[in-house]
């Protein structure tokens, strides 16, 4: 006979997710590690109680603003190559609103994460409550309807016994490689708290297979003989590479074959930077290196890669008319992308299969991939070097402001100190296996091009969504992840003062985090992009009513949460914060004043983004022009 016990629907939610493992290349250990909470009135009487109660083996995190906390689980869960999650419980209404952002960076970044946002009443009977907004066309839709379109998996719950087959669908999306992503069970807040007799069988141990897909032997031969016809292969390694765990069998076929490897932002750091054939970020955010060694390939072998407009250049990254494309990736949909020949299997196993195949094959690069690799490290050292001066000043980014302009920020911010300088010299200082993260604003791109990672994984950059407000957020994340190496938050002033919440939570919960802020008083890298394409300064700029520039105290806004704080506005007093910041226990934060258009420019590479069509300024119409051309030269899908 079928032996059931009686529990609530949010008390059965958390004795099975305490029951899942992940099994992955023969060790097996528990996928949920623990559960960051808001608490409502639409998860505290039912989440909460059930936590309360019986929390099993999850670490259990309040954390602060519901969108930062979701960010600390993603980054949680893509440091831990997206072997083990956190969930994530909101309340009702604005709470789960709240959830939207970061279930978008989720989904674009492929990450699993479990969230579960309250839901209105399924009796209905007070509607409408606090929170709940109202249809006239239909009493069934909700806020959480929102999270939909965010979600790779999304169901509601709205009588106890749904949550058997919807939690078994949830874990199946959430540990599929090929389809990770945010899975939502919003769960209707009185039946949180309603009791069913659960089946004792469900709640049993259960152990979701990372299994390494195999490739076909009809998709290694046609992969073997492309590279084998092919003179100037290059390697675009992606996000999908570094999941796999992809490194050693990238460097040993790159090193016997001499393929040059080039990096997508979620793959860099899958090879160290130190490797000889590494030439980094490849496109809009990339090196001078990789950009021309993938102008002068004839097939690009893309590992795990979406192939965004940034990886591509918008497309024009590569001479279409003789380029062939070969994808390895777990996902049918990823590898169909730019008419490539199609592997749809584990990175690290094709590789290691395809290796014998590849007996007696060089390809016809020599000495290229050394000497673009030299002439990108002269151009780093350069740009570690860049001097303010008062007078002549030729900002990286040109033709934007005038040394007045620039002058006046020097003033206002009380610094001379370039972006590019400050940022290498942050490279240079921390220890080499603490691991950096960064999302939006100027800084990935510098990133990118100038950070040189010389120890794998250490290196975490949300480019998929570029959501403002991952990176401190994020930071705490990580900091769960690796709890012996120090974690830096490279992050803009617009990004921190988009959210930082989960600052306070790194504190409260000691989980030291450094916050680096870069503050340029601007939306800088937007500015940029509208002067870039005709338009004036407008509205990027932080500036008061009367014109003046913000400058703002950030340092003290953290001391005020409790983080040692320090500021920096030359190399020698950001070593010697950096240095100082590594002796704390706490929290810290470095506030860096850097001068506006000292960030690095593209390289050899194009962005497309809509430019008006008609306007009334000739530079403008010049853009448009422009933007013209250089669609004319890209692949059209
Ligand atoms: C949530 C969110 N809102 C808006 C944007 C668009 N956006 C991208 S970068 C940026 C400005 C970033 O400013 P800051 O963090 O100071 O970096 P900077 O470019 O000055 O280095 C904005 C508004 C975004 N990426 N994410
Ligand atoms: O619009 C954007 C421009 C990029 O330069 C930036 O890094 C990114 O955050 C963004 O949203
Ligand atoms: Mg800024």
Same mark, same amino acid.
């Given at each position: 006979?079928?032996?059931?016990?009686?529990?609530?629907? /949010?008390?059965?939610?958390?004795?099975?997710?305490?029951?899942?493992?992940?099994?992955?290349?023969?060790?097996?250990?528990?996928?949920?590690?623990?559960?960051?909470?808001?608490?409502?009135?639409?998860?505290?009487?039912?989440?909460?109680?059930?936590?309360?109660?019986?929390?099993?083996?999850?670490?259990?995190?309040?954390?602060?603003?519901?969108?930062?906390? =979701? %960010?600390?689980?993603?980054?949680?869960?893509?440091?831990?190559?997206?072997?083990?999650?956190?969930?994530?419980?909101?309340?009702?209404?604005?709470?789960?609103?709240?959830?939207?952002?970061?279930?978008?960076?989720?989904?674009?970044?492929?990450?699993?994460?479990?969230?579960?946002?309250?839901?209105?009443?399924?009796?209905?009977?007070?509607?409408?409550?606090?929170?709940?907004?109202?249809? $006239?066309?239909?009493?069934?839709?909700?806020?959480?309807?929102?999270?939909?379109? #965010?979600?790779?998996?999304?169901?509601?719950?709205?009588?106890?016994?749904?949550?058997?087959?919807?939690?078994?669908?949830?874990?199946?999306?959430?540990?599929?490689?090929?389809?990770?992503?945010?899975?939502?069970?919003?769960?209707?807040?009185?039946?949180? +708290?309603?009791?069913?007799?659960?089946?004792?069988?469900?709640?049993?141990?259960?152990?979701?297979?990372?299994?390494?897909?195999?490739?076909?032997?009809?998709?290694?031969?046609? /992969? =073997? =003989?492309?590279?084998? $016809?092919? *003179? @100037?292969?290059?390697?675009?390694?992606?996000?999908?590479?570094?999941?796999?765990?992809?490194?050693?069998?990238?460097?040993?076929?790159?090193? @016997?074959?001499?393929?040059?490897? #080039?990096?997508?932002?979620?793959?860099?750091?899958?090879?160290?930077?130190?490797?000889?054939?590494?030439?980094?970020?490849?496109?809009?955010?990339?090196?001078?290196? /990789?950009?021309?060694?993938?102008?002068?390939?004839?097939?690009?072998?893309?590992?795990?890669?979406?192939?965004?407009?940034?990886?591509?250049?918008?497309?024009?990254?590569?001479?279409?008319?003789?380029?062939?494309?070969?994808?390895?990736?777990?996902?049918?949909?990823?590898? !169909?992308?730019?008419?490539?020949?199609?592997?749809?299997?584990?990175?690290?196993?094709?590789?290691? @299969?395809?290796?014998?195949?590849?007996?007696?094959?060089?390809?016809?690069? +020599?000495?290229?991939?050394?000497?673009?690799?030299?002439?990108?490290?002269?151009?780093?050292?350069?740009?570690?070097?860049?001097?303010?001066?008062?007078?002549?000043?030729?900002? &990286?980014?040109?033709?934007?402001?005038?040394?007045?302009?620039?002058?006046?920020? /020097?003033?206002?911010?009380?610094?001379?100190?370039?972006?590019?300088?400050?940022?290498?010299?942050?490279?240079?200082?921390?220890?080499?296996?603490?691991?950096?993260?960064?999302?939006?604003?100027?800084?990935?791109?510098?990133?990118?091009?100038?950070?040189?990672?010389?120890?794998?994984?250490?290196?975490?950059?949300?480019?998929?969504?570029?959501?403002? +407000?991952?990176?401190?957020?994020?930071?705490?994340?990580?900091?769960?992840?690796?709890?012996?190496?120090?974690?830096?938050?490279?992050?803009?002033?617009?990004?921190?003062?988009?959210?930082?919440?989960?600052?306070?939570?790194?504190?409260?919960?000691?989980?030291?985090?450094? #916050?680096?802020?870069?503050?340029?008083?601007?939306?800088?890298?937007?500015?940029?992009?509208?002067?870039? %394409?005709?338009?004036?300064?407008?509205?990027? &700029?932080?500036?008061?009513?009367?014109?003046?520039?913000?400058?703002?105290?950030?340092?003290?806004?953290?001391?005020?949460?409790?983080? @040692?704080?320090?500021?920096?506005?030359?190399?020698?007093?950001?070593?010697?914060?950096?240095?100082?910041?590594?002796?704390?226990?706490?929290?810290?934060?470095? $506030?860096? *004043?850097?001068?506006?258009?000292?960030?690095?420019?593209?390289?050899?590479?194009?962005?497309?983004?809509?430019?008006? &069509? #008609?306007?009334?300024? &000739?530079?403008?119409?010049?853009? !448009?022009?422009?933007?013209?051309?250089?669609?004319?030269? =890209?692949?059209?899908?």
């Amino acid at each position: 006979m079928m032996k059931t016990i009686r529990l609530t629907t /949010a008390q059965a939610l958390i004795k099975f997710i305490n029951q899942q493992y992940i099994h992955f290349d023969g060790e097996e250990f528990p996928f949920v590690e623990g559960i960051f909470n808001v608490f409502g009135h639409g998860n505290v009487l039912g989440i909460g109680q059930a936590l309360e109660q019986d929390s099993g083996h999850l670490k259990v995190i309040q954390g602060k603003n519901e969108q930062g906390m =979701a %960010h600390a689980a993603i980054a949680y869960s893509k440091q831990m190559l997206r072997q083990k999650i956190y969930a994530v419980t909101t309340s009702v209404g604005p709470g789960s609103a709240n959830l939207a952002a970061a279930a978008g960076t989720a989904l674009a970044n492929n990450i699993p994460v479990l969230f579960i946002p309250g839901d209105t009443f399924a009796t209905r009977q007070p509607d409408p409550v606090l929170q709940q907004v109202e249809h $006239e066309h239909s009493l069934a839709v909700t806020t959480n309807d929102a999270l939909k379109p #965010v979600s790779r998996y999304w169901d509601r719950i709205t009588r106890p016994e749904q949550l058997m087959s919807s939690l078994i669908r949830a874990f199946e999306v959430l540990t599929d490689p090929a389809k990770a992503g945010p899975a939502t069970i919003c769960i209707s807040q009185d039946v949180e +708290g309603e009791a069913f007799d659960f089946d004792e069988k469900f709640f049993e141990k259960r152990v979701h297979y990372l299994d390494r897909k195999i490739p076909l032997e009809r998709e290694l031969n046609g /992969a =073997a =003989a492309l590279i084998k $016809e092919s *003179k @100037k292969p290059v390697i675009l390694v992606g996000g999908g590479a570094k999941y796999s765990r992809a490194r050693d069998i990238l460097m040993k076929l790159s090193e @016997k074959h001499n393929i040059p490897l #080039v990096e997508t932002q979620a793959g860099k750091a899958t090879v160290e930077c130190t490797f000889k054939n590494n030439l980094g970020g490849l496109g809009i955010t990339g090196t001078l290196a /990789a950009n021309k060694a993938a102008r002068q390939a004839d097939l690009i072998i893309g590992i795990g890669t979406r192939y965004t407009d940034f990886a591509t250049s918008s497309k024009t990254a590569f001479d279409f008319d003789t380029t062939k494309f070969l994808n390895i990736n777990v996902s049918r949909m990823q590898a !169909y992308k730019l008419d490539a020949f199609q592997v749809v299997a584990d990175a690290k196993t094709t590789l290691e @299969k395809l290796a014998p195949m590849l007996e007696g094959y060089t390809t016809e690069f +020599g000495h290229t991939i050394t000497e673009l690799k030299d002439e990108w490290l002269a151009e780093r050292d350069r740009l570690s070097k860049i001097q303010f001066t008062r007078e002549n000043f030729d900002p &990286e980014i040109k033709n934007h402001f005038s040394q007045e302009v620039l002058n006046e920020y /020097a003033e206002a911010l009380n610094t001379e100190f370039a972006q590019t300088a400050a940022l290498i010299t942050v490279n240079d200082t921390i220890d080499p296996d603490s691991t950096i993260i960064c999302s939006a604003g100027s800084l990935p791109g510098d990133l990118q091009r100038l950070w040189n990672p010389t120890v794998p994984d250490t290196y975490h950059l949300e480019y998929g969504y570029s959501c403002m +407000g991952y990176e401190v957020s994020g930071a705490l994340g990580i900091k769960l992840a690796n709890p012996d190496k120090e974690v830096y938050s490279i992050v803009g002033d617009g990004s921190f003062l988009m959210l930082h919440s989960e600052l306070i939570t790194s504190i409260q919960y000691n989980q030291k985090i450094n #916050v680096v802020l870069f503050d340029n008083s601007g939306f800088g890298c937007i500015n940029n992009l509208q002067m870039d %394409h005709g338009s004036g300064s407008y509205f990027c &700029e932080f500036r008061t009513h009367d014109n003046q520039i913000l400058n703002i105290d950030y340092a003290k806004v953290a001391e005020g949460y409790g983080a @040692k704080t320090y500021r920096a506005n030359n190399a020698e007093e950001l070593k010697a914060a950096l240095e100082d910041a590594k002796k704390q226990d706490v929290s810290t934060l470095i $506030e860096i *004043k850097v001068l506006p258009k000292t960030m690095t420019d593209g390289y050899d590479s194009w962005w497309n983004v809509g430019v008006a &069509e #008609v306007s009334n300024k &000739e530079s403008i119409q010049k853009a !448009y022009q422009f933007r013209q051309q250089k669609l004319e030269q =890209a692949k059209q899908y």
